[in-house]
């Protein structure tokens, strides 16, 4: 039983498929429908998913379970549901056609089988797969070992990754889409839309990472910790086989399982290393504005055109302080209040907040730096002190050895 026998995974912005046991198994019900989903504020979209979500709910389950999902098709099309990772009978295997009929608009199929595995699967569908997950038809499914294995887990986080073209303005998905994808979620939010992750200091964290992206796979990095590698979607991995990393590759069809202690407190970022999968609705069909200087352009432009402005020539970091207006249904391409400043990034973005002390699992607001570790502008009398001079012309050393200079 949860809380009892294992610890239940917390589901960033997401939910979990409900169950009760019915003769000795566990009983599920999905519901494939449309949803009109919110992927950050500002950002909305019609989307397919189960149970009024997208993604769909998350399935939690413990090995050795047997366990039955009815899986009603509210859609206007014919849809499966496949198991993805998970060991069962091949009749039970949700690929239309090969396994199964199709599940028509109106039908409830039934899928039942005992789950013979520990670790993080999948589910989505796999009736015009392109579509269908194109348009959020996914979801995330947790094996808790019959037996713990390893170290006791205090916060177990699960997360889906994946990746959607949306249009400035419009209001659904475009399944169409093989290369330019412009939204990036963690559980089907873009940053500033994303949840943190709220940790005491001093907790074992246990993140599950999964990958439904249609092409991309997701270099997820996490600032502030080492972690090891416990888990792939094969199952958990021997300790002795276990390495350390900053950022684990999550390739697409794929979950990995990282683990650590979370011994220093702190806003910790953790994203996607891929820098354009932290922007929104940004494409590359723009002109290279970097280093352009427009000098009395913009004022000479505005006799003609009110409002104009040119944009890029620096960057794309001052956009989320711009205040431009944005198509209806769009959000800015980066940026959100942070508490030192504007965050000057989006998608695929979260925060690991860990905390000496928590009221609640709620969000603890932004951390309190002790004084004195906070990087701040360098004052004259430091830079005297240790003769930084920040004027003279840079320099660096060759960096060959023998090369470097001793002063």
Excluded at 230 to 259: C, F, H, K, M, N
Excluded at 326 to 331: C, K
Excluded at 348 to 376: C, H, I
Aim: hydrophobic content about 35%; aromatic content about 6%; glycine content about 12%.
């Amino acid at each position: 039983m949860p809380d009892r026998d294992y610890r239940p995974v917390v589901v960033p912005n997401g939910s979990k498929l409900p169950w009760k046991v019915v003769d000795g198994v566990k009983v599920f019900h999905l519901v494939a429908e449309e949803v009109d989903h919110e992927f950050a504020p500002g950002l909305r979209a019609f989307c397919w998913g189960y149970n009024g979500r997208v993604h769909g709910p998350t399935i939690e389950v413990v090995e050795g379970d047997r366990v039955r999902f009815y899986v009603t098709n509210r859609l206007p099309a014919g849809t499966t549901v496949h198991w993805h990772g998970i060991l069962l009978p091949n009749g039970m295997d949700g690929v239309g056609g090969l396994n199964q009929k199709a599940i028509a608009p109106g039908e409830t199929f039934r899928y039942e089988f005992t789950v013979r595995q520990s670790g993080m699967g999948m589910y989505h569908s796999h009736h015009d797969e392109m579509t269908q997950m194109a348009l959020g038809m996914a979801g995330l499914f947790v094996i808790h070992p019959r037996r713990p294995v390893g170290p006791r887990i205090d916060r177990d986080f699960a997360i889906l990754l994946h990746e959607w073209r949306i249009d400035a303005g419009t209001r659904r998905p475009n399944p169409n889409e093989m290369t330019d994808f412009n939204v990036l979620t963690m559980n089907a939010r873009a940053f500033p839309g994303t949840e943190p992750l709220v940790v005491r200091q001093g907790e074992r964290v246990r993140i599950r990472l999964g990958n439904l992206s249609a092409t991309d796979h997701h270099p997820i990095h996490l600032h502030g910790y080492q972690f090891r590698i416990t888990e792939t979607d094969g199952g958990r991995i021997a300790e002795s086989a276990q390495w350390p990393e900053t950022t684990v590759l999550v390739p697409v069809g794929s979950t990995r399982t990282i683990e650590f202690v979370a011994d220093e407190p702190g806003d910790w970022a953790m994203h996607c290393h891929m820098t354009h999968h932290l922007m929104n609705q940004m494409g590359h069909d723009i002109p290279n504005m970097i280093g352009v200087k427009p000098g009395g352009l913009d004022a000479r432009v505005r006799t003609l055109l009110p409002g104009y402005m040119t944009m890029g020539q620096t960057g794309m970091g001052e956009m989320a302080d711009m205040g431009m207006a944005v198509p209806a249904n769009s959000i800015p391409m980066v940026g959100a209040k942070g508490k030192h400043d504007t965050i000057t990034m989006g998608g695929m973005f979260t925060v690991l907040k860990v905390r000496e002390r928590l009221a609640s699992n709620e969000d603890p607001g932004w951390y309190d730096n002790p004084p004195g570790t906070v990087a701040v502008a360098a004052s004259s009398d430091e830079l005297r002190r240790d003769g930084i001079d920040v004027d003279a012309p840079s320099t660096a050393d060759p960096g060959s050895p023998g090369g470097a200079r001793r002063g």
